[in-house]
């Protein structure tokens, strides 16, 4: 079965310092796929990156950067110099390539960009 | 493209009534999914549509739940006896096509008294 663990239930920084929020999963499948969503107040789950598993590459888009490593089954996410439109859930997801299209979720971290 | 809409956004019902929410996906998006999101939890997976075919049902979706997606376009889920059990977030995605990238909408948030 799959699983998604966010240990991080909540995070506050002060506004410019970096933070990293951190994901750990767990499947079967050798094939899967890894996903970080944004939910600000309103609610709306905001898509923010998606990974393959066999693309262990590293991604950065602009203050946003992914560390994906299967040998320790975790996808992290640093956000570089944090703002005050940061503050948000943050869900890290996972579904597997054999299994059905479902997404399985972690129970997010809750972020807070003090001003 | 405008993307996923969901109607209504709120809704207060109370215990005992049937309520239905509607879901617009991203315009020839084939797939479309329900999630239901309780507080302080993520999303956890209902059902999905490939054009009209559902072809998966989560054992959270009890007899009292039923979704339908009858011309492949717009979904609907309907929730017959609300219990107070089912107050959370429902929220819908859509997808081009089978294990891409899912949109969400911005969620029907349910409130049962």
């Known amino acids: 079965a799959q699983k998604v663990t966010q240990a991080q239930t909540e995070i506050s920084v002060v506004e410019k310092e970096d933070v990293t929020l951190d994901c750990v999963y767990e499947?079967?499948?050798?094939?899967?796929?890894l996903f970080w969503y944004k939910q600000p107040p309103s609610g709306e789950l905001v898509f923010l990156i998606r990974r393959n598993s066999f693309d262990e590459q590293n991604e950065i888009s602009g203050r946003y950067s992914w560390n994906f490593q299967k040998s320790t089954s975790s996808f992290n996410f640093t956000i570089t110099a944090s703002q005050v439109v940061d503050s948000a859930v943050y869900f890290c997801a996972l579904s597997e390539h054999f299994g059905n299209e479902k997404l399985t979720f972690g129970t997010g971290t809750r972020l807070t960009i003090i001003p | 493209d405008t993307g996923v809409s969901q109607d209504p956004r709120h809704k207060i019902t109370k215990r005992g009534q049937n309520v239905t929410f509607r879901c617009d996906p991203i315009?020839?998006?084939?797939?479309l999914y329900w999630y239901r999101q309780t507080l302080g939890q993520g999303p956890e997976f209902l059902t999905y549509f490939q054009n009209e075919a559902q072809l998966e049902k989560s054992r959270l979706l009890s007899d009292r739940f039923s979704a339908e997606r009858p011309k492949g376009s717009f979904s609907t889920l309907e929730i017959q006896r609300t219990e107070q059990g089912d107050s959370a977030m429902y929220l819908c995605a859509s997808a081009p096509g089978q294990r891409e990238t899912q949109y969400f909408g911005p969620g029907t948030r349910l409130l049962v008294l």
């Open positions: 499947t079967r499948d050798t094939t899967y796929y």
């Open positions: 315009s020839e998006h084939n797939r």
